[in-house]
């Protein structure tokens, strides 16, 4: 069965930092490209990092360029979303995707392109 859990959301103040993990599990972790989504209360989900399977490129939205960093673990199955000076238009559910096939320099933000999702970590920012 395949499973991608999140975790590491929460309430943090502006300015803060958080961590979220993503950890894979039934299916071959290190063949596909992870990104990370995320999705506020009555706007449409966005991509907001990616890291690809061959060489961890790291892709990034204009929003969360210079304040994230994503980074995988093979050995644990792992992908890590680490944001900082967290803003409170950070606010929303994040989710983790998984695709094999992508061609991530044009696409990685598409999430209609990805075939297995989690069930996302709430974050949180107050001002």
């Known amino acids: 069965e395949v499973q991608l859990v999140e975790s590491g959301g929460g309430l943090v103040q502006a300015g803060g930092s958080l961590r979220l993990s993503c950890a894979a599990s039934?299916?071959?972790?290190?063949?596909?490209?992870i990104g990370w989504f995320r999705q506020a209360p009555g706007k449409e989900r966005e991509g907001v990092s990616c890291?690809?399977?061959?060489?961890?490129?790291?892709y990034y939205a204009d929003s969360v360029q210079g304040r994230a960093t994503i980074s995988r673990d093979n050995a644990k199955n792992t992908v890590y979303l680490q944001i900082n000076s967290l803003k409170p238009e950070d606010t929303a559910v994040y989710y983790c995707?998984?695709?094999?096939?992508?061609?991530?320099?044009?696409?990685?933000?598409?999430?209609?392109?990805?075939?297995?999702w989690g069930q996302g970590t709430q974050v949180t920012v107050s001002s």
């Open positions: 039934g299916f071959t972790f290190e063949d596909y490209h």
């Open positions: 890291t690809s399977s061959s060489d961890s490129s790291a």
């Open positions: 995707a998984a695709v094999r096939h992508l061609l991530l320099q044009r696409l990685w933000a598409a999430s209609t392109f990805y075939d297995y």
